[in-house]
């Protein structure tokens, strides 16, 4: 079995907290972080939580951990959350809080906080994190790298916590597209790279979105040389809802127990203690009636374009010193938690702003296609749309 020796353990140390731990991994392949939601061999998965801390290291690696060092990539570290993943700021008071390196006022998002700013301080070249409700792609806007969610079920979920969950999709943060694209194909083989895509049509979703992201959304759609059309997504605000509700019931079966421990977090205490209210039988009904509502709206719209695009944050990240209105903050995943609801694979790229602050398109593909998705991200890439990381922040 593939070990990996200690060389450092950061929890509540330097590096604002981005990795809890390192390890050495000799090689030159590219370096990777792993959030510590998903198993690591030799290392124990505590999903950021002192409620967690005591369980015994992980056997094997996850699938995908293992299916990227079968292909040469190194594990040099394990990436700080949001404890549970259950919240959107990504700050975390047991293993510290994550410094936002690109934008070290806002918030890092979450859950993948520790993923998203590891890559944008060029610590690794990628790192992997879980989306379930943004949790890849929110971050990623709000630290100005590139985040992809598969399709659900792409990607293989073993070892990865919670073990069940309708909504949850393994996701991958780079810098460049290429980045990416070969790490997907690494833990997925059938993915199959596209050089080119033809001819592509776009349908611009009318959403409601502060007035300086719209603009960098609209002058990325105009740069990408796509055929541009608007298009409306009604259910997408009861997808947002049903998402919540949805989240809410699996957080509440896989560590409502943990309550008791009087070890978690506040907020994610707080949170999980309202669970059971917020997902009740009636409620889950309608978010089943509500999915394949949108479900059906999203595929209608794919057959008639190649992607739709819409922002991936409805406004900017808020400050780490403005994070008192929990609704607002949750209010932010409204653009993106809808396509885990549905399950189509969702890409968030940055894009720079005159104001200096972090926004992002999120492009959505049709099911299983991701592959077509992220040669259509590549446009906007090779259009020069997107934020330049400089070699040194």
Same mark, same amino acid.
């Given at each position: 079995?593939?070990?990996?020796?200690?060389?450092?353990?950061?929890?509540?140390?330097?590096?604002?907290?981005?990795?809890?731990?390192?390890?050495?991994?000799?090689?030159?392949?590219?370096?990777?972080?792993?959030?510590?939601?998903?198993?690591?061999? *030799?290392?124990?998965?505590?999903?950021? %939580? =002192?409620?967690?801390?005591?369980?015994?290291?992980? =056997?094997?690696?996850?699938?995908?951990?293992?299916?990227?060092?079968? *292909?040469?990539?190194?594990?040099?570290?394990?990436?700080?959350?949001?404890?549970?993943?259950?919240?959107?700021?990504?700050?975390?008071?047991?293993?510290?809080?994550?410094?936002?390196?690109?934008?070290?006022?806002?918030?890092?998002?979450?859950?993948? %906080?520790?993923?998203?700013?590891?890559?944008?301080?060029?610590?690794?070249?990628?790192?992997?994190?879980?989306?379930?409700?943004?949790?890849?792609?929110?971050?990623?806007?709000?630290?100005?790298?590139?985040?992809?969610?598969?399709?659900?079920?792409?990607?293989?979920?073993?070892?990865?916590?919670?073990?069940? !969950?309708?909504?949850?999709?393994?996701?991958?943060?780079?810098?460049?597209? !290429?980045?990416?694209?070969?790490?997907?194909?690494?833990?997925?083989?059938?993915?199959?790279?596209?050089?080119?895509?033809?001819?592509? !049509?776009?349908?611009?979703?009318?959403?409601?979105?502060?007035?300086? $992201?719209?603009?960098?959304?609209?002058?990325?759609?105009? !740069?990408?040389?796509?055929?541009?059309?608007?298009?409306?997504?009604?259910?997408?605000?009861?997808?947002?809802?049903?998402?919540? $509700?949805?989240?809410?019931?699996?957080?509440?079966?896989?560590?409502?127990?943990?309550?008791?421990?009087?070890?978690?977090?506040?907020?994610?205490?707080?949170?999980? =203690? *309202?669970?059971?209210?917020?997902?009740?039988?009636?409620?889950?009904?309608?978010?089943?009636?509500?999915?394949?509502?949108?479900?059906?709206?999203?595929?209608?719209?794919?057959?008639?374009?190649?992607?739709?695009?819409?922002?991936?944050?409805?406004?900017?990240?808020?400050?780490?010193?403005?994070?008192?209105?929990?609704?607002?903050?949750?209010?932010?995943? %409204?653009?993106?938690?809808?396509?885990?609801?549905?399950?189509?694979?969702?890409?968030?790229?940055?894009?720079?702003?005159?104001?200096?602050?972090?926004?992002?398109?999120?492009?959505?593909?049709?099911?299983?296609?991701?592959?077509?998705?992220?040669?259509?991200?590549?446009?906007?890439?090779?259009?020069? %749309?997107?934020?330049?990381?400089?070699?040194?922040?």
């Amino acid at each position: 079995m593939f070990q990996f020796s200690f060389i450092n353990q950061q929890r509540n140390s330097a590096m604002s907290a981005i990795l809890i731990e390192s390890y050495d991994a000799p090689g030159d392949g590219p370096t990777v972080a792993v959030k510590d939601c998903i198993d690591i061999a *030799g290392s124990a998965t505590c999903c950021g %939580s =002192r409620a967690l801390a005591d369980v015994a290291p992980a =056997r094997d690696h996850a699938r995908v951990v293992q299916a990227l060092v079968d *292909g040469g990539y190194r594990i040099v570290a394990k990436a700080n959350m949001h404890e549970l993943a259950y919240g959107m700021t990504g700050l975390n008071k047991w293993t510290g809080p994550v410094e936002n390196p690109l934008f070290p006022a806002l918030m890092p998002g979450g859950s993948s %906080s520790g993923s998203a700013a590891a890559v944008a301080a060029r610590m690794v070249d990628l790192a992997l994190g879980t989306d379930t409700g943004g949790s890849v792609r929110m971050p990623a806007a709000c630290c100005g790298v590139i985040g992809l969610k598969p399709s659900y079920g792409r990607l293989s979920r073993v070892g990865v916590m919670p073990a069940k !969950s309708a909504l949850d999709s393994v996701g991958i943060f780079g810098r460049e597209m !290429s980045v990416v694209e070969h790490a997907m194909a690494q833990m997925d083989p059938s993915f199959l790279r596209l050089e080119t895509v033809g001819p592509v !049509s776009i349908g611009a979703v009318d959403v409601v979105a502060a007035r300086e $992201i719209a603009a960098a959304v609209e002058a990325a759609l105009a !740069s990408s040389g796509a055929g541009i059309e608007s298009c409306r997504l009604p259910a997408i605000e009861d997808a947002f809802q049903a998402g919540v $509700i949805q989240m809410a019931a699996e957080a509440s079966a896989a560590y409502g127990h943990l309550v008791a421990s009087g070890l978690l977090g506040e907020d994610v205490e707080q949170r999980l =203690r *309202g669970a059971p209210a917020m997902a009740t039988v009636e409620r889950l009904a309608w978010a089943e009636g509500v999915k394949a509502a949108f479900v059906a709206q999203v595929d209608a719209l794919l057959d008639r374009f190649a992607v739709l695009a819409l922002p991936t944050l409805p406004d900017f990240p808020p400050r780490i010193d403005d994070l008192g209105d929990a609704k607002a903050i949750l209010r932010l995943s %409204s653009l993106v938690r809808p396509f885990n609801l549905s399950g189509h694979p969702a890409i968030s790229l940055p894009l720079a702003t005159p104001s200096g602050r972090p926004a992002a398109i999120q492009l959505v593909g049709r099911r299983g296609d991701d592959a077509r998705l992220c040669a259509i991200a590549r446009i906007f890439a090779d259009a020069g %749309s997107l934020l330049q990381h400089k070699e040194q922040i």
